[in-house]
């Protein structure tokens, strides 16, 4: 992996995810070649160029494109579970269109490789809850859930009809203290830790025994580079790969920060978001990444629970 070859663009690079992979891509090839971009200016990431960039504009996403060499392309931007379901639409609209936008230059030859982020948003009630297959059946009930499978569908469909290298993760709930959590179902397991050090209680938008598929986001970031870094042989999976750190409930975490904080109390108040996360698994089979690529994980809960709450600074 020379520094001088690949030109990396982050799409979406002020998000949770975004930041910390520009920090990750940045090490490996060089912050002079990676070009974050986003729809306002973020200071946390003045270590790299900046281009201004609507996903949905793309003539501006071309321009950027043409102008840096960009040989490949983070596509990160999307509207996420809670906050696509308060805005339909135009969650539709800014993950499909920017989506199809990517997939065109890639298949127009402009750049050479895509990553996609899907979600365990994909399956839906009717999905096996339980150690969720990689092949299930797929009927997502939100809107973000409904565009990322329809997402993968396209990926698929890009790589067998054009050979465009597109590389996808279906990302559990992701656990992270660099960056602010973006509007997901999954959240609560970060505001958690932030109300345990400053107020030693929490009230969680979920009912206790809410079982969830999780990961450390350094887990997450991991795994996304050793996807995108394995030999295109490897990726036998065009639409997007199971991917599993850890399953637990409110209550199981909440137990795990008592013995760091024991005066710590939860309450439980389940708003619109419970049934969000009653229509997703609460474990992940991801037997293919595993064979295909090499995937493990490194967090267990203890592991990420200490991990959080010594990094945290209120």
């Known amino acids: 992996m020379s520094n001088s070859?690949?030109?990396?663009?982050?799409?979406?690079?002020?998000?949770?995810?975004?930041?910390?992979?520009?920090?990750?891509?940045?090490?490996?090839?060089?912050?002079?070649?990676?070009?974050?971009?986003?729809?306002?200016?973020?200071?946390?990431?003045?270590?790299?160029?900046?281009?201004?960039?609507?996903?949905?504009?793309?003539?501006?996403?071309?321009a950027i494109v043409k102008k840096h060499k960009i040989t490949q392309v983070y596509h990160l931007a999307a509207l996420l579970s809670a906050t696509g379901e308060q805005n339909p639409m135009f969650a539709w609209k800014l993950n499909m269109e920017s989506l199809f936008h990517v997939l065109d230059l890639a298949k127009e030859k402009h750049i050479?490789?895509?990553?996609?982020?899907?979600?365990?948003?994909?399956?839906?009630?009717?999905?096996?809850?339980?150690?969720?297959?990689?092949?299930?059946?797929?009927?997502?009930?939100?809107?973000?859930?409904?565009?990322?499978?329809?997402?993968?569908?396209?990926?698929?469909?890009?790589?067998?009809?054009?050979?465009?290298?597109?590389?996808?993760?279906?990302?559990?709930?992701?656990?992270?203290?660099?960056s602010a959590p973006g509007g997901g179902t999954t959240d609560y397991a970060v505001h958690i830790f932030y109300e345990a050090l400053k107020n030693k209680s929490y009230t969680c938008f979920l009912s206790e025994t809410t079982a969830l598929p999780m990961m450390h986001m350094e887990d997450a970031i991991r795994a996304t580079l050793e996807l995108m870094h394995s030999p295109n042989e490897k990726i036998k999976i065009r639409g997007s790969y199971n991917l599993s750190g850890l399953s637990f409930n409110p209550k199981q975490i909440a137990e795990e920060i008592k013995k760091h904080i024991p005066d710590f109390k939860i309450n439980y108040q389940p708003d619109f978001r419970q049934a969000i996360a009653d229509s997703w698994p609460q474990s992940i089979n991801d037997l293919e990444a595993r064979e295909h690529w090499g995937w493990k994980e490194y967090y267990d809960l203890p592991k990420l629970v200490a991990n959080m709450l010594s990094h945290i600074k209120i």
């Open 5 to 62: 070859t690949e030109k990396i663009l982050i799409i979406g690079a002020g998000g949770q995810i975004g930041l910390e992979l520009a920090f990750e891509l940045g090490k490996i090839y060089g912050n002079a070649n990676i070009v974050a971009s986003d729809i306002k200016e973020n200071t946390a990431l003045s270590s790299y160029i900046f281009e201004t960039l609507d996903a949905l504009n793309k003539d501006q996403l071309f």
């Open 112 to 178: 050479q490789k895509i990553y996609w982020p899907s979600s365990i948003a994909v399956f839906g009630p009717t999905t096996p809850r339980l150690n969720t297959p990689q092949f299930t059946v797929m009927e997502p009930s939100t809107i973000y859930g409904i565009s990322k499978q329809a997402g993968e569908r396209w990926c698929e469909w890009y790589f067998h009809k054009y050979n465009v290298d597109v590389r996808s993760i279906r990302y559990p709930g992701l656990i992270g203290w660099k």
